[in-house]
């Protein structure tokens, strides 16, 4: 059975960082395209950012480049996304999703449950 | 940027009823890399539909998909209790991905 399970969020300041992590289980990271999508709250979904299943390619929103990071470590089948330069327009749920293939050009058919990520002084 | 535009915002049924929800791209959408989600309170989003008509594992017939190009539509030809929830369309050929803002569908 696929599950992803997001760790990692809480209140941090502005400026400030947060590692999240996405333990993956019944599959292996490596065989598939992972995201992750955010969601402000009542609001909408938005993409922030993905990794080919090879690791050698990685994607990000325009809203995020230069501030957040995407990897995983195959060894532990978790996925990351390292959120530097933290704003109060990040404070969103964030979700990882297991997309239906390796590459891009697929939609995500797995999520997590989500963890929140609140950036407030 | 491909934005995707949803209508209605709100659309209020009773079961049994059919829904229809409208998704419109701003430019076509690559290959018909359309998806479906539906999202209830509380909890992530599913996937319906992906590849504009194609249902995802487990999902009734009930729902489905059409449309290309610019133009995508989902129904729901008998509306359940459970089915309300806000659904999205998203397009993931384009990059950067996109999602438009939802239609949230209640049942009377």
């Known amino acids: 059975e696929v599950q992803l399970v997001e760790s990692g969020g809480g209140l941090v300041q502005p400026g400030g960082s947060l590692r999240l992590s996405c333990a993956a289980s019944?599959?292996?990271?490596?065989?598939?395209?992972m995201r992750w999508v955010r969601q402000a709250p009542g609001k909408g979904l938005e993409w922030v950012s993905s990794?080919?299943?090879?690791?050698?390619?990685?994607y990000y929103a325009d809203s995020v480049k230069g501030r957040f990071t995407i990897s995983r470590d195959i060894s532990m089948n978790t996925l990351y996304l390292q959120m530097n330069s933290l704003r109060a327009e990040d404070t969103a749920i964030y979700y990882c999703?297991?997309?239906?293939?390796?590459?891009?050009?697929?939609?995500?058919?797995?999520w997590g449950q989500g963890t929140l990520v609140t950036v407030s002084s | 940027e491909i934005l995707l535009t949803q209508s209605p915002g709100t659309l209020s049924l009773s079961p049994g009823e059919r829904a229809t929800l409208s998704c419109r791209a701003s430019?076509?959408?690559?290959?018909?890399?359309l998806a479906w989600y539906q999202q209830k309170p509380g909890q992530a989003p599913s996937l319906l539909i992906y590849?504009?008509?194609n249902r995802a594992t487990g999902i009734p017939d009930r729902f489905s998909g059409s449309g290309s190009g610019t133009d995508f539509t989902l129904t729901v030809s008998r509306l359940e209790p459970e089915d309300s929830a806000v659904y999205y369309c998203?397009?993931?050929?384009?990059?950067?991905?996109?999602f438009g803002p939802g239609t949230k569908v209640d049942i009377k």
């Open positions: 999703a297991k997309s239906l293939s390796e590459t891009g050009h697929s939609p995500a058919d797995y």
């Open positions: 990794i080919v299943g090879g690791g050698a390619s990685t």
């Open positions: 590849g504009a008509s």
């Open positions: 430019q076509s959408v690559s290959s018909n890399y």
């Open positions: 019944g599959f292996t990271l490596s065989s598939y395209l």
């Open positions: 998203h397009q993931y050929g384009t990059s950067p991905l996109t």
